[in-house]
């Protein structure tokens, strides 16, 4: 999961960084609104954490301009204003949580998985499966890991959307044949490691973390640390 953190106090994005890179996200910070505006419309991001008082172009600016460049990327927005009024106008321009610094680093954890689930709830609508930093576009036949496409077969395709429709669960070899092969005979079960092979060259071999894995003697299964 790519996190853009956008928060000009040295100090408060070290500490951001730090607790969520060991949460096992990826973290790419922005010290001021120019930059973040740059970084924001250069790459693909999974969430954006943004300070509201910011150098140059403030967050709810920045919130603004992701919405006006139809971003669906979910906003989270920090500030040492607490009153319903500043939240009430962050939620309007844009954002989808707002935290009240100081920070308490468990409930911000909390809140970005809140938003991921929510993220993908809505998604699971348009049939965009995701897990992780990979995207599935079910019905545009586009695979995407952190933005970047990745070009399959059609029947890798159909391979990782069955795996990716049961994500954190095992599949079995009888199963993928069945579903993706049509077909329950034993003499095609050589075909099923084949083609994990094709997938794992593809989607995992560019990335640290693997995310199709093999769980001995039961199948295989797609999931991610998020």
């Given at each position: 999961m790519?996190i ?54 403030d ?5 603004q ?20 009024e ?37 998604y ?24 970047n ?18 994500k ?53 299964m ?5």
């Amino acid at each position: 999961m790519k996190i853009l953190v956008v928060e000009d106090d040295s100090r408060i994005s070290g500490f951001l960084s730090k607790g969520l890179t060991e949460a096992g996200y990826y973290v790419q910070l922005a010290a001021d609104g120019n930059e973040a505006r740059t970084l924001i419309q250069a790459e693909n991001w999974d969430l954006f954490i943004l300070d509201v008082m910011l150098p140059d172009i403030d967050g709810l600016q920045l919130a603004q301009l992701i919405r006006f460049k139809k971003i669906d990327t979910p906003v989270l927005m920090l500030s040492a204003l607490g009153e319903a009024e500043d939240k009430i106008k962050a939620l309007d321009l844009g954002a989808d949580d707002y935290l009240v610094k100081p920070v308490h680093f468990p409930e911000l954890l909390s809140r970005i998985k809140a938003l991921r689930r929510r993220y993908e709830l809505h998604y699971a609508k348009d049939q965009i499966l995701l897990c992780g930093d990979l995207r599935v576009n079910v019905d545009a036949n586009v695979v995407e890991r952190a933005g970047n496409e990745i070009i399959l077969s059609a029947k890798e395709f159909k391979f990782l959307v069955f795996l990716m429709e049961n994500k954190n669960k095992i599949v079995t070899r009888s199963q993928i044949l069945q579903i993706v092969w049509n077909t329950n005979m034993d003499t095609f079960t050589n075909v099923v490691d084949v083609y994990i092979s094709y997938l794992r060259n593809k989607v995992d071999s560019n990335f640290s973390e693997k995310l199709i894995k093999t769980v001995k003697g039961r199948g295989y299964m797609i999931t991610a640390n998020e």
